[in-house]
């Protein structure tokens, strides 16, 4: 059995200065692929990208309001079973009896052509 463990970054929120790029769309898509590839490159898998609600305090007296964050959720493997293991747990002890399929039955219509 496969474990994971997550991770959880907020996204950017304003592009990289970059160069060669024209718009502040190419510039922000460029911020975001060097978030993905710093992460891939230390072993985290980019599983998707989250809008979440979250109560934030407001002012000096403790009033409270509703604020969006952007958060990025990564995943990695944490451990696995061997296949050797759970298959040697799956199999039992004397091997089942083969059974041919039975034969599939005829389709049968709800309309009589010819009728």
């Known amino acids: ?3 994971y463990e997550y991770q959880t970054l907020p996204a950017p ?14 510039a922000f898509a460029q911020t975001i692929q ?6 891939a490159a230390a072993g985290w898998e980019f599983q998707r990208a989250e809008s979440l609600p979250c109560d934030e305090k407001k ?7 509703e604020v969006l964050h952007a958060l990025l959720v990564f995943r990695r493997v944490v451990n696995t079973i061997a296949p050797a293991t759970m298959s040697a747990r799956a199999e039992p002890s004397a091997p089942a009896p083969s059974v041919a ?4 039955p005829a389709p049968t219509s709800l309309f009589n052509i010819g009728d």
């Open 1 to 3: 059995m496969i474990r």
């Open 59 to 65: 002012g000096l007296f403790g009033g409270r309001h």
């Open 13 to 26: 929120r304003r592009e990289r200065r970059a160069r060669g790029k024209t718009s502040g769309a190419e």
């Open 101 to 104: 399929p039975a034969p599939a």
């Open 34 to 39: 060097a978030v993905l590839n710093d992460q």
